[in-house]
């Protein structure tokens, strides 16, 4: 697979075309932003945890009938994937009270739900992502009344199978953001990355942190808790 030009740069991945108009490769950088941007950083090794445990776990989803973007691992860094139009939504599951929703419901941090939550953003860094609901995306023509039904049964089946998952390995699965795309033929796929990046990770015993949430709080150690969740996937 021919590596062609740079089709587009964000905040943790780089996109290059290949000579396929299907294929896209995905290269995961070390670069770490937080607040919308506004805080940023470098966590050393982070491309190469975050690329492998993503293909990783969407291999584990897939086996579970949630259709993601993977094609092949390239190396550490890159990974072959179907070119998918993303639905501009971020889509994010709790389990437990963290971040954004402790703070605007003025409620602590670790209160475990019954059930899980769920609530979509407009993914749109020059708005600051707002909250949006299925009525304001069906609206603004971000997806159709069936793809928002269809992202939301596929959000909760990746929930139910990444918690049982990460439990195995000693480790809570606090909430997370996930994005999905369009094929060419409007069929709706997992796309962008499932990592401490984009999930709250907590040890099950401890409640130590061991995501991006590190790197917000500067709370230091955020290399080791990185490498920590991998060694625990790797069965090290």
């Given at each position: 697979m021919e590596k062609r030009e740079q089709l587009?740069?964000?905040?943790?991945?780089?996109?290059?075309?290949?000579?396929?108009?299907?294929?896209?490769?995905?290269?995961?950088?070390?670069?770490?932003?937080?607040?919308?941007?506004?805080?940023?950083?470098?966590?050393?090794?982070?491309?190469?945890?975050?690329?492998?445990?993503?293909?990783?776990?969407?291999?584990?989803?897939?086996?579970?009938g949630v259709p993601t973007h993977f094609v092949e691992e390239l190396n550490d860094r890159e990974t072959l994937v179907k070119k998918v139009s993303i639905v501009p939504l971020e889509v994010i599951i709790?389990?437990?009270?963290?971040?954004?929703?402790?703070?605007?419901?003025?409620?602590?941090?670790?209160?475990?739900?019954?059930?899980?939550?769920?609530?979509?953003?407009?993914?749109?860094?020059?708005?600051?992502?707002?909250?949006?609901?299925?009525?304001?995306?069906i609206a603004l023509k971000l997806a159709t009344r069936e793809e928002?039904?269809?992202?939301?049964?596929?959000?909760?089946?990746?929930?139910?199978?990444?918690?049982?998952?990460?439990?195995?390995?000693?480790?809570?699965?606090?909430?997370?953001?996930?994005?999905?795309g369009r094929l060419s033929d409007g069929t709706i796929v997992l796309a962008d990355e499932i990592s401490p990046d984009t999930c709250r990770l907590w040890d099950k015993d401890t409640n130590e942190k061991l995501d991006k949430d590190r790197f917000r709080r500067d709370l230091g150690g955020t290399e080791e808790a990185y490498q920590e969740v991998m060694r625990r996937l790797m069965g090290e």
């Amino acid at each position: 697979m021919e590596k062609r030009e740079q089709l587009y740069e964000g905040k943790a991945k780089k996109v290059y075309l290949t000579d396929d108009p299907e294929l896209y490769i995905v290269s995961y950088k070390d670069d770490a932003t937080a607040f919308n941007g506004e805080k940023k950083g470098t966590i050393v090794g982070k491309g190469s945890i975050n690329n492998r445990m993503t293909n990783m776990l969407m291999k584990v989803l897939e086996k579970k009938g949630v259709p993601t973007h993977f094609v092949e691992e390239l190396n550490d860094r890159e990974t072959l994937v179907k070119k998918v139009s993303i639905v501009p939504l971020e889509v994010i599951i709790r389990n437990i009270s963290a971040g954004s929703f402790a703070k605007r419901f003025g409620v602590e941090e670790g209160i475990v739900f019954d059930e899980p939550t769920i609530e979509f953003s407009y993914k749109n860094d020059e708005l600051g992502d707002p909250l949006m609901n299925a009525y304001h995306a069906i609206a603004l023509k971000l997806a159709t009344r069936e793809e928002i039904e269809t992202i939301k049964k596929m959000a909760f089946t990746v929930n139910d199978t990444l918690k049982e998952y990460f439990l195995a390995l000693n480790i809570k699965l606090v909430d997370f953001k996930i994005e999905f795309g369009r094929l060419s033929d409007g069929t709706i796929v997992l796309a962008d990355e499932i990592s401490p990046d984009t999930c709250r990770l907590w040890d099950k015993d401890t409640n130590e942190k061991l995501d991006k949430d590190r790197f917000r709080r500067d709370l230091g150690g955020t290399e080791e808790a990185y490498q920590e969740v991998m060694r625990r996937l790797m069965g090290e």
